[in-house]
T-cell receptor, first 109, second 113 residues
Framework: RKEVEQDPGPFNVPEGATVAFNCTYSNSASQSFFWYRQDCRKEPKLLMSVYSSGNEDGRFTAQLNRASQYISLLIRDSKLSDSATYLCVVDTGRRALTFGSGTRLQVQP | EADIYQTPRYLVIGTGKKITLECSQTMGHDKMYWYQQDPGMELHLIHYSYGVNSTEKGDLSSESTVSRIRTEHFPLTLESARPSHTSQYLC????????????FGPGTRLTVL
């Protein structure tokens, strides 16, 4: 079983839609959580950190459920520019952050 | 401006050649990493370093080697390139503290003919 699991998608949504991604992690000792965004053939970039109390950054909301060991990302009012792969990332205390394989989002006009 | 750089960005080379992919960061980060990623696939950690003179192998077995003689520099070397090495190689760096964000370079796209 992978340490971080994500639905690969693709999620095809119209502009203006609300879309949510979930991610599950297996290591209950994980302490830090992130969502990264990766555009096609580009490097991953931090989208937002995920805090226990949940956090919001504009149209993006991230939530953490430690009891069920999952993280979510909600995108409201989707834009064409939101099309990308969204990587769920967990700090399990190992040598590097553990990256999920990503969920692909395609926002259509 | 603090940043992380990789050169070359694209490299096409013949089988059997020795190559070195360069990675430098100006953020003063102690930890540095090399990842391999095929198109549309997940990231695989191949090497990491906690600081000068520290290098470790990652989760994915790789025929490449790395060195860390200076904090800011973490080059990756392939002694004899093969077509199976064709991939994108991404360098990253972070602070030592747990939970620190990893910053990625733009990557080197390697094609071995």
């Amino acid at each position: 079983r992978k340490e971080v699991e994500q639905d690969p998608g693709p999620f095809n949504v119209p502009e203006g839609a609300t879309v949510a991604f979930n991610c599950t992690y297996s290591n209950s000792a994980s302490q830090s959580f992130f969502w990264y965004r990766q555009d096609c053939r580009k490097e991953p970039k931090l989208l937002m950190s995920v805090y226990s109390s949940g956090n919001e950054d504009g149209r993006f909301t991230a939530q953490l459920n430690r009891a069920s060991q999952y993280i979510s990302l909600l995108i409201r009012d989707s834009k064409l520019s939101d099309s990308a792969t969204y990587l769920c990332v967990v700090d399990t205390g190992r040598r590097a952050l553990t990256f999920g394989s990503g969920t692909r989002l395609q926002v259509q006009p | 401006e603090a940043d992380i750089y990789q050169t070359p960005r694209y490299l096409v080379i013949g089988t059997g050649k020795k190559i070195t992919l360069e990675c430098s960061q100006t953020m003063g980060h102690d930890k540095m990493y090399w990842y391999q990623q095929d198109p549309g696939m997940e990231l695989h950690l191949i090497h990491y370093s906690y600081g000068v003179n520290s290098t470790e192998k990652g989760d994915l077995s790789s025929e490449s080697t790395v060195s860390r003689i200076r904090t800011e520099h973490f080059p990756l070397t392939l002694e004899s390139a093969r077509p199976s090495h064709t991939s994108q190689y991404l360098c990253a760096s972070s602070d030592l503290g747990r939970g620190s964000e990893q910053f990625f370079g733009p990557g080197t796209r390697l094609t071995v003919l």
